[in-house]
C-alpha cells in the first residue's frame, strides 16, 4: 500500500517548523505559517470524522487556540509538529462528540471500499461493495480509526503511532489485525 | 464511542473553501498571554533571596549571640 506524500514529513521542513514554533513562542502572530500550512490538513482530518462542516471549521478553530496557547509546552522529540496538532485534534474531536456538538459519522469514497475489497482478494463487484459497507458498522470504534488513518487516509504507520500514541511496530500490528476483524465480518455475511 | 453513520461519496470540499474560511485573527485575539511560572518569575528569585539572605543573617546574629552568652558565662565561671 502507497503512503500519501502530504504527511510526510522531511527533515528540512520539521526543522523550519521548528523554527516558527521558537518565535511563536515568543511571539503569537509568528504562529501564522504554520496555521496556514496545517489548516487544511487538520479540517479534513476533523470533518472526515463528523458529520457537520461548521461544527468541523469550529473544532478547527478550536485546535489551534488550544496549539497556541500551549505552544510553550512543546518541546521537540523526534515528532513532527503536525503529529502533535492530530493529537490535539483528535482530543478536541472526542470531546466534541461527548459534548453532543457532532455525532460520530464515517465518511469513504466508494474507491476506498474497492480498494479493501482488493486487499481481501475478492471480486471488485457491487455485492461486495455493499456487504463491505455493511461489515464497517460493525467494527469497533478504535478498529475503525486505525482503518481510515492507515486504509482511507493512507498514512504510514509511523505517523499512525505518533497521532494514537502507540510505537510504530504496534500501529502496524493494530491496523492488520483491525483488517483481519473487518475481513472476518466481511466472510461471515 | 458509536460509530453513529456511515456515508459513502460524499462531496469534498474544495481547498480554495477551506483556505477562504481561515480565520487567523480569531485565534490570536483568542491567545491567552503565555503565563510564566511562578517559580521561574524574577518576582519569586527576589522574594527568595531576600528572606534567604535575611535568614541567613538572622542565624548569623543568633549564633553570636548565643556564643558571646556563653563567653560571659565562662568568663563569669572564672571570676569565681
Known amino acids: ?189 | 464511542m458509536e460509530i453513529k453513520t456511515i456515508r459513502l461519496d460524499r462531496s469534498r470540499l474544495s481547498s480554495e473553501y477551506i483556505a477562504s474560511r481561515q480565520n487567523f485573527k480569531q485565534i490570536v485575539s483568542c491567545c491567552e498571554a503565555p503565563s510564566i511560572s511562578p517559580f521561574k518569575s524574577p518576582l519569586f528569585f527576589g522574594a527568595m533571596g531576600l528572606s534567604s539572605l535575611t535568614l541567613a543573617m538572622m542565624l548569623s546574629i543568633n549564633d553570636r549571640m548565643v556564643s558571646d552568652e556563653k563567653n560571659m558565662e565562662n568568663r563569669g565561671i572564672e571570676m569565681h
Request: glycine share 2%; with cysteine; proline share 2%.
Open chain 1, 1 to 189: 500500500m502507497t503512503v500519501n506524500p502530504m504527511y510526510h514529513q522531511t527533515n528540512q521542513r520539521m526543522e523550519e517548523e521548528l523554527c516558527w514554533i521558537t518565535k511563536a513562542k515568543e511571539n503569537p502572530e509568528s504562529f501564522g505559517p504554520l496555521y496556514r500550512r496545517y489548516h487544511e490538513q487538520i479540517f479534513r482530518y476533523i470533518h472526515q470524522r463528523m458529520n457537520d462542516e461548521e461544527t468541523a471549521f469550529d473544532v478547527t478553530s478550536q485546535v489551534f487556540m488550544k496549539a497556541l496557547n500551549n505552544l510553550h509546552r512543546y518541546e521537540f522529540r523526534g515528532v513532527p509538529f503536525s503529529s502533535w496538532l492530530y493529537r490535539i485534534a483528535k482530543s478536541e474531536l472526542y470531546q466534541a462528540f461527548r459534548d453532543k456538538k457532532a455525532e460520530r459519522t464515517v465518511n469513504i469514497e466508494s474507491y476506498q471500499l474497492f480498494e479493501i475489497i482488493d486487499e481481501f482478494d475478492e471480486d471488485n463487484s457491487e455485492a461486495n461493495k455493499k456487504k463491505l459497507f455493511e461489515s464497517l458498522s460493525k467494527l469497533k470504534e478504535g478498529d475503525m480509526q486505525l482503518l481510515e488513518l492507515r486504509f482511507f487516509e493512507k498514512r504510514s504507520f509511523r505517523e499512525i503511532g505518533e497521532i494514537l500514541d502507540l510505537t510504530e511496530n504496534n500501529a502496524k500490528v493494530k491496523s492488520f489485525r483491525a483488517l483481519e476483524k473487518l475481513k472476518k465480518i466481511f466472510n461471515n455475511k
